[in-house]
């Protein structure tokens, strides 16, 4: 019965030259999702609308479910589009339309006419009152209520007229690619995918980089990370997925620094890692899965010497969660169920028995000097021999 969308987005905030970009690129979004659907569909933007619409068959729960993915989506209307024969002709379109959507009659309902063109020979006020009275006529057991009713029918008068009063809802949040650009640390554990997720729903595109140490992390370690990026980038967008081998870097530390410091001085060098590749590709921050005492590594002084190296923002949207909170956010975009499966991750190997909870950062500055001699060839060594993946969904 449907062969459209009318798609709403919230537009606070999205004034003059910004409402185009905003809205270019909620289009360019919601092309990239639904090339993942069976169907032929076009995109258009016109007079403050978005609307899908669909030129070939299309399965309606695939295109909602899809539709869902894309951030700046408040709201996904099935819409009836019918040609402009008349105010008869119309009135019984909508008898059809509600007849066909709502089986049950005992309903309450109210008409919401707009003219998106002035030339229409009723104006809404009217166009509500007499369709409201065609309506009542043709189903005695309806009945109008104009402030709560149980149906809010939506009569949208523009070139083509648009009947619809079904609103699904969409993610929120903002297009992808209106805020710039991110660098994820993606791990294969939970709080990652949820921390880029986050991000990602406020319009910012991503990049991620993993920390692989083989054969300390197998092949099927970095494979989990490339399918939770996979899974990330059905939201975010395409993903360049930087595979920094960290292997020397973690031995090397392993041999010079005090165990108790490992974890410490290893997250110390994958930020400082992570923001060579950030800003060589344009990234304006870095982004973790870190949440206040989560682990030893997150105490708020371990966040502080972990902090000390970046110069550029660090993003922690999961500052403030409970695991289990972040867990419901895992389900809810898919990504629980890789993040669960039982391959090491990098950080397993090299963890102490009695890691430091409450690192002094000037003995953490002191220690990492035992790193001098080797240390920047490592690092130099780890850039240039990185490996990149582009990730598309
Ligand atoms: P996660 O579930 O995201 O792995 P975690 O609870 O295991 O987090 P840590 O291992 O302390 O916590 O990691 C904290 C953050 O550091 C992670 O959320 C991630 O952003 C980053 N990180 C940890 N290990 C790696 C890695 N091997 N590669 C890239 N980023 C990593
Ligand atoms: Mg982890």
Known sequence: MYKSFLIKYAEIGVKGKNRYIFEDRLCDQIRYALARCEGESVVTKSQGRIYVDFVSEFDFDEVVEQLKTVFGITGICPVVQVEDEGFEKLCEEVVKYLDRVYTDKNISFKVDARRGRKNYPKNSMEINADMGAFVLNAFPTMRVDVHKPDVMLHIEIREKISIYSVILPG???????????????????????????????????????????????????????????????????????????????????????????????????????????????????????????????????????????????????????????????????????????????????????????????????????????????????????????????
């Not at 060589?280 to 902090?307: D, H, K, P, R, Y």
């Not at 867990?327 to 090299?350: A, G």
């Open 171 to 393: 993610p929120g949040g903002l297009p992808i690619g209106t805020n710039g650009k991110g660098m994820i640390l993606l791990s294969g554990g939970i709080d990652s995918p949820v921390a880029g997720y986050m991000i990602a729903k406020r319009g910012v595109r991503i990049d991620a980089v993993y920390f692989h140490a083989p054969p300390y992390t197998s092949e099927r370690a970095k494979q989990k990370v490339v399918d939770l990026a996979r899974i990330l980038s059905k939201y975010s967008g395409p993903i360049q997925l930087h595979i920094i081998n960290f292997t020397d870097i973690q031995l090397y530390i392993y041999e010079k620094c005090p165990h108790d410091e490992l974890t410490i001085i290893m997250r110390r060098y994958m930020m400082r890692i992570a923001q060579e590749l950030a800003k060589e590709s344009g990234c304006l921050g870095l982004i973790t899965g870190e949440s206040i005492g989560q682990v030893a590594s997150q105490t708020m002084q371990s966040l502080m010497a972990t902090n000390d190296v970046c110069t550029l923002p660090v993003y922690r949207p999961l500052i403030g969660f409970d695991k289990q909170e972040i867990i419901e956010v895992s389900e809810k975009i898919d990504t629980y169920e890789t993040s669960i499966l039982p391959y090491e991750d990098c950080c397993t190997i090299f963890v102490a028995k009695h890691p430091v909870t409450k690192p002094n950062l000037n003995v953490i500055r002191i220690h990492e000097k035992n790193l001098d001699e080797k240390i920047e060839e490592l690092v130099k060594t780890a850039l240039t021999t990185q490996e990149v993946i582009e990730i598309t969904y």
